[in-house]
């Protein structure tokens, strides 16, 4: 939360005008028009943003105030600022949970509860979306900790959270200076 407080105007301008539209579509396409999404660190709130322009019924929250306060400038929308295990909603609420690039922060320990308390949030047979660099391990860069995961360890942290694996997929990071670099995809249906 610290580095995204001191760097959200960088972090902003880097990636509120980034093209997501290959991503968002495994997503979208499993919605229904009007579908209730959950955007669970929206960052920039770029996402929020498409999927309300979209038609969507759409609820965001971030755990950087920096953040927040950007997000709700430049989108309009009242995102909330929690946690992930601070964020409280009514069971079943959301058709559609969108986690893109930020459950990465989370240690690979606490990914399992973390998973579990959104997941209540999901109804039954809702998809939740969720992305990591790609790989085995947990590494601290720049400030922050990220949490890299594959097939097998993306697996491993839904365990127990009511959630399984649909479809998972790689793809190339979107930012020009970031070429190389991979993500994992998942697309994940609450049981």
Partial sequence: MNYYDHNADQFFSETFTLDMTE???????????????????????????????????????????????????????????????????KPDSFNGTWACASLLHIPFQQLPEVFAHLAKFLSPGGMFYCSFKYGDDEVKRGGRHFTNLNEKLLADAITGSGLQIDTTWQTEDRRPERAGEFWLNGLLVKC
């Fill in 23 to 89: 991503i968002y579509a495994p997503f979208l396409a499993r919605l229904q028009p009007g579908s209730r999404i959950l955007d669970a660190g929206c960052g920039s709130g770029r996402d929020a943003l498409v999927f309300k322009q979209r038609g969507f019924d759409v609820i965001s929250f971030d755990s950087s105030p920096e953040l927040v306060a950007l997000a709700r400038k430049n989108t309009g929308l009242d995102v909330q600022c929690s946690t992930f295990l601070d964020f409280q909603e």
